[in-house]
């Protein structure tokens, strides 16, 4: 068991994996940057047709209550 005394060298934690590394890098490896790049990509994505799909199914409603006359 370590002692009270005992220091840990500045740090961060790599934001994909949590792997500690220097601190000023950004991502531990290659890999979990091109992992965290792909899934901000998917994310985005997700995001853009989430928005399109609220956006038509607002279109529809609105529709579809003009045409019931009210």
Do not use: I, W
Not at 11 to 28: I, L, W, Y
Request: hydrophobic share 40%.
């Amino acid at each position: 068991m370590p002692s009270k005394d005992t220091k840990v060298a500045p740090h961060r934690h790599c934001p994909v994996c949590g792997k500690a590394m220097d601190e000023d890098a950004e991502f531990c490896s290659t890999k979990c940057k091109e992992y965290h790049v792909a899934r901000a990509q998917r994310q985005k994505k997700f995001n853009r047709l989430y928005y399109v799909s609220f956006g038509a199914l607002l279109v529809l409603m609105a529709v579809f209550l003009v045409l019931s006359g009210l």
